[in-house]
T-cell receptor
Framework: AQSVSQHNHHVILSEAASLELGCNYS??????LFWYVQYPGQHLQLLLK??????LVKGIKGFEAEFIKSKFSFNLRKPSVQWSDTAEYFC??????????FGSGTRLQVQP | KAGVTQTPRYLIKTRGQQVTLSCSPI?????VSWYQQTPGQGLQFLFE???????NKGNFPGRFSGRQFSNSRSEMNVSTLELGDSALYLC????????????FGPGTRLTVT
């Protein structure tokens, strides 16, 4: 079945540590890719998106993601996390004209 | 621009009742999508409306229905509520073009008792 997989369900890091969250999808063909973040008590916000062009995309708050087509991956990275990055992160894939499909989410806890 | 708004924010209903949730998209956005978010199933797509027509539909029973009005506002209806329908229902709007991003509202928290 076509799906979006986020390998890490719960990640705990100390401030200033580097972050990488994995995302793999199983759709063939052209896809649009997104990372969304949900801070505690807040609604989903778009972190970054990939439509075409440079596979390394930069988003808000110092986040970036790299699209590797051959690996069907779109991993999220941040060189140095802050306590305020504590949130749940969702990878999402939009295949063609079909519906946006989300991964199961990764809960990130940053310890001061 | 005002963001996506959803009303009501919280609802408590009894099993067997029906409920209607409302979503007002960002001005100029023509597509509205609905999602159900639960701890166990995560974010699941319900349906998408574009220019008053349902464009995509997820794998939910027919008790879940929706519609979109000419001003792009959308409503979602759930009939014969079940305990398992307790969830956060999210609405997202977008321009609706090929390469689009969705902007989410704060959600409606539905509790079925």
């Amino acid at each position: 079945a076509q799906s979006v997989s986020q390998h890490n369900h719960h990640v705990i890091l100390s401030e200033a540590a580097s972050l990488e969250l994995g995302c793999n999808y199983s759709y063939g063909g052209t896809v649009n890719l997104f990372w969304y973040v949900q801070y505690p008590g807040q609604h989903l916000q778009l972190l970054l998106k990939y439509f075409s062009g440079d596979p390394l995309v930069k988003g808000i708050k110092g986040f970036e993601a790299e699209f590797i087509k051959s690996k069907f991956s779109f991993n999220l990275r941040k060189p140095s996390v802050q306590w305020s990055d504590t949130a749940e992160y969702f990878c999402a894939v939009l295949p063609g004209r079909r519906a946006l499909t989300f991964g199961s989410g990764t809960r990130l806890q940053v310890q001061p | 621009k005002a963001g996506v708004t959803q009303t009501p924010r919280y609802l408590i209903k009894t099993r067997g009742q029906q409920v209607t949730l409302s979503c007002s998209p960002i001005s100029g956005h023509r597509s509205v999508s609905w999602y159900q978010q639960t701890p166990g199933q995560g974010l699941q797509f319900l349906f998408e409306y574009f220019s008053e027509t349902q464009r995509n539909k997820g794998n939910f029973p027919g008790r879940f229905s929706g519609r979109q009005f000419s001003n792009s506002r959308s409503e979602m209806n759930v009939s014969t509520l079940e305990l398992g329908d307790s969830a956060l229902y999210l609405c997202a709007s977008s321009l609706g073009d090929r390469e689009y991003e969705q902007y989410f509202g704060p959600g409606t928290r539905l509790t079925v008792t």
